[in-house]
């Protein structure tokens, strides 16, 4: 064995040989992987609890690699974030999802999620309406997703592009929201349609009576200034029960649909999640 003189790395192990080993090849790959089309859009449905219909989909990115297998996203964005690639592939990502919304029925929206680097983008916005032309979608459809780390160093920048999209029409979704620095602040400034409360208050809610009551005062707070709530995470029914119960707009979770290719939408549509 090695003893560890000056400036070694004193904490290696093999786990992270092997760590380091894949984001090399994952760095390496990825730059083709659209090219190849290794890259897909999987759609989770958003279900709306007053009409008990889907009202849409969240387009969420997945990558087949040719010999490592299905790469989730929370090990490739940072990649192609670090790359540079992620300007390409969210253009890749708003376009793909556009043209699949014009598709659907029109009553039904699609929503893509957008990283901080994307939002930092001047060619963002150009970007996106070239996006809604090609496919000709109606603008209202469209609804991206942003997190509260945005916002943290680009509070000015991000407020006006915001504004950009939203006048528009294209609307905004506060994502994941209740797990950052959420700030009350951003529910005033931001031009928002929609917030989004993390899984992780869903998971608690039931069997944590403070957890309850944040999610019942969100969805006050976010009615009061006329933003509507989606939950993330259901997995059970009294979940959605509950959820129900307390005036929440929409779900979204396991329980209604998991991410997947669609093909059977009139299928997915006439599902019933009975009281
Ligand atoms: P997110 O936007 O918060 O997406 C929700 C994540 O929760 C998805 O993971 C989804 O598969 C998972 N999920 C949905 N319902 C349930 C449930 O009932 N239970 C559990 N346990 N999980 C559920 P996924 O697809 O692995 O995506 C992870 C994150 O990667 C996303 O979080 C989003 O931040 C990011 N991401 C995905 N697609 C894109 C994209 O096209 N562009 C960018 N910039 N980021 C993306
Ligand atoms: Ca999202
Ligand atoms: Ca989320
Ligand atoms: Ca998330």
Redesign the pocket.
């Known amino acids: 064995a090695k003893t560890p003189g000056a400036g070694s790395i004193q904490f290696f192990s093999p786990g992270d040989d092997e760590a380091a080993a894949r984001r090399h090849a994952l760095a390496r790959d990825l730059p083709s992987a659209l090219a190849n089309d290794q890259l897909w859009?999987?759609f989770?449905p958003f279900l709306d609890l007053g009409s008990d219909r889907i009202r849409g989909f969240?387009?969420?990115?997945?990558w087949q690699h040719p010999t490592l297998g299905p790469i989730?996203?929370?090990e490739f964005?940072s990649i192609?974030e670090e790359t540079g690639l992620?300007h390409a592939?969210?253009h890749w990502?708003v376009k793909t999802a556009c043209l699949a919304a014009a598709r659907w029925p029109r009553d039904l929206r699609v929503s893509?999620?957008?990283?901080v680097m994307?939002l930092k983008n001047k060619a963002l916005l150009d970007g996106i309406v070239a996006a809604l032309a090609e496919a000709g979608l109606e603008p209202r459809r469209l609804e991206v997703?942003i997190?509260e780390t945005v916002l943290i160093s680009n509070f000015e920048e991000t407020i006006s592009l915001l504004q950009s999209l939203s006048s528009l029409s294209v609307t905004v979704a506060l994502?994941?929201f209740g797990t950052g620095y959420s700030s009350l602040t951003y529910l005033r400034k931001l031009p928002l349609s929609r917030l989004?409360i993390?899984?992780s208050f869903v998971q608690d809610m039931l069997a944590d009576a403070d957890c309850a009551a944040i999610v019942r005062s969100l969805i006050e707070l976010a009615h009061e200034l006329r933003i509507e709530v989606t939950a993330?995470?259901?997995?059970t029914l009294h979940q959605l029960d509950y959820l129900r119960r307390v005036g929440c707009d929409e779900a979204?979770?396991?329980?209604i649909g998991?991410?997947d290719r669609i093909d059977d939408i009139p299928g997915i549509a006439a599902k019933q999640f009975g009281q």
């Open positions: 859009l999987a989770q969240e387009a969420l990115l997945r989730p996203p929370s964005i192609a992620i592939i969210g990502v893509v999620n957008l990283s994307q997703e997190t994502d994941d989004k993390d899984r993330e995470g259901v997995e979204q979770g396991y329980l998991k991410p």
